[in-house]
């Protein structure tokens, strides 16, 4: 992974062979738990949505990425190896739980830095992207069917934004500048078409 400081990144990834992730409530728990552990540490969160094949991150790359370590003949930035960290640790813990086996996530996370807007479309500006970005990963759920209301899925940040609870993984500062995050007009926002051509159709 590349990531560079001062930018904005949509990280994810799936199941493997597009297999379950998470198999009851206390797996997602797990999960958060080890984001709060392995990813924040490294870099802001904005937002993030897990669902039960795959999950979604926005972040923020600031000033820690520099601090690179070698690991053998590699040479590793913290991000990248929080991520990774929370990855095999998570596929342990589930590998265990359910006696099973082998790999549990795609080999390979995906990472979209969201403030190359000339590798999307030359149609729209980085705040906008970024903007669109933050309602795709919480509409997740909603259009995948899982719920009827984006609010009844306990596993996004969605309820943090909306006000419906204080959680603290993320960064709302931060959404509000690079995001457009505005307490009065999010909830509605977070209701309109987003552009899908922008995004993954389906993980």
């Avoid at 590798?119 to 500006?125: A, G, Q, Y």
């Amino acid at each position: 992974m590349n990531f560079i400081q001062g930018n904005l990144y949509h990280v994810y990834n799936q199941g493997n062979n597009k297999q379950s992730i998470f198999s009851c409530d206390e797996d997602y728990l797990i999960f958060l738990k080890a984001i709060r552990k392995k990813i924040c540490p490294n870099a802001e969160l904005i937002a993030y949505c897990l669902m039960p094949n795959h999950f979604h991150f926005l972040l923020y790359v600031d000033e820690r990425i520099s601090a690179v370590t070698k690991q053998g003949d590699l040479i590793i930035d913290p991000l990248t190896n929080g991520i990774r960290k929370l990855l095999s640790g998570y596929a342990r813990v589930y590998n265990q739980r359910y006696n099973r086996t082998g790999s549990l996530f795609r080999q390979k996370t995906k990472v979209k830095c969201l403030s190359n807007i000339e590798l999307i479309t030359k149609n729209i500006n980085a705040i906008d992207y970024q903007s669109k970005c933050l309602h795709y990963i919480h509409q997740n759920p909603l259009k995948a069917g899982l719920v009827l209301k984006i609010e009844d899925w306990e596993y996004s940040s969605y309820k943090d934004y909306a006000g419906l609870r204080n959680g603290t993984l993320c960064n709302k500062i931060l959404a509000a500048k690079y995001c457009s995050y505005d307490t009065r007009t999010f909830v509605q926002r977070s209701l309109s078409e987003v552009e899908d051509a922008l995004f993954p159709k389906s993980l």
